[in-house]
């Protein structure tokens, strides 16, 4: 899978340190790995849901959240939104 885009986890960890290390053992499973549905996704990720068109990721240990869109056919992932537990819970992201 291709992740679109790095920048926005490093901006994130920038301000949330603690946050580097499993956003990035996050991309790196992303990337390394090919998913067809959100079962095969789920295997891997098993603290992932599925939100109307959207999947949001625990990180960090249910700490922080990523949205992210997926295209499983073309294998692309883009990151929508990297949040603390309290600014995911606002909803503003949807």
Known sequence: MKLISNKALRE???VHAD??????????LMEQGTYANFAQLKATFANVDKVGERYVFNIGGNKYRL???IAFQPGLV????VLTHSEYDKGAWK
């Open 12 to 14: 994130f960890a920038g």
């Open 19 to 28: 946050a580097e290390q499993p956003l990035q053992d996050f991309r790196h």
């Open 67 to 69: 949205v992210c869109a």
């Open 78 to 81: 883009w990151v929508k939104a």
